[in-house]
């Protein structure tokens, strides 16, 4: 599991990272990745948009860019799962 506790806070970003899962089999998958690295998490929010058959996701973190990039990598890997992140200027 990731680990915040050893970070320096000056070091982290907030980033906004948005997600469209087209394939909702990759639920789990996803939910296990945020688990992962829920010490970074600040919030979550997920929609599931019935009408069209996606998910969307929000997810707010404050980690390292590195541990940001690990984790939409890591969900941009799946199976029609779209990722974009947002990074403050801070």
């Not at 990745?33 to 969307?56: A, C, K, L, N």
């Not at 929000?58 to 969900?75: E, F, T």
């Amino acid at each position: 599991m990731a680990d915040s506790n050893n970070q320096n806070p000056a070091e982290n970003r907030v980033a906004l990272i948005g997600i469209i899962v087209e394939d909702l089999a990759m639920s789990d998958k996803i939910n296990d990745i945020i688990h992962e690295f829920s010490s970074y998490v600040v919030g979550r929010m997920g929609i599931p948009y019935r009408h069209r058959g996606v998910g969307i996701i929000s997810i707010v973190i404050d980690a390292p860019a590195g541990v940001i990039s690990s984790i939409s990598g890591k969900m941009g890997m799946l199976r029609n799962v779209s990722v974009k992140v947002q990074y403050t200027k801070i």
